[in-house]
């Protein structure tokens, strides 16, 4: 697919998210509802990831740039900042905590999935060898 096809559908995917939010009201950003709408085409291969791997990897590779402005803008800002910093530094300690117990809850959440798929298949591989051996299906002779 061409670039600016490219970039054509994900502006459609990103103002398909703005409109979702301001029509149904998510309390999400527009730009957020996007980037989920994105993952859900990509994850039912609706749209597959070469179709628009040329404009994302432009992205990707120019990312820097588009932390220039939010840079700039605290820098502008940086009295304000400093009168606030012992509350900003609280903030971000306590959510980089807050983020590394949430990954970590999910993370286990996953684990315990998977070794609890593993013990089922476990379990049914045991009682069939069990029935074969004692010449039962089911449980009946």
């Not at 291969?45 to 120019?62: D, M, R, T, Y």
């Not at 117990?101 to 998977?114: E, M, S």
């Amino acid at each position: 697919m061409r670039i600016p096809l490219q970039l054509a559908v994900i502006f459609a995917i990103c103002l398909a998210g703005e409109f979702l939010h301001r029509i149904v009201g998510v309390p999400l950003p527009g730009n957020i509802i996007g980037m989920v709408l994105l993952l859900i085409l990509l994850c039912t291969k609706v749209i597959k990831p070469e179709q628009i791997s040329g404009v994302a990897s432009f992205f990707l590779n120019h990312l820097a740039l588009f932390f220039l402005p939010p840079s700039i803008a605290i820098m502008a800002v940086g009295d304000d900042i400093l009168s606030k910093w012992p509350l900003l530094l609280f903030l971000c300690i306590a959510f980089t905590l807050v983020t590394i117990a949430a990954g970590g809850r999910v993370t286990q959440f996953f684990i315990r999935r998977q070794e609890y798929r593993e013990n089922l298949a476990l379990r049914a591989e045991r009682l069939s060898k069990r029935a074969e051996r004692n010449g039962t299906i089911g449980g009946e002779k």
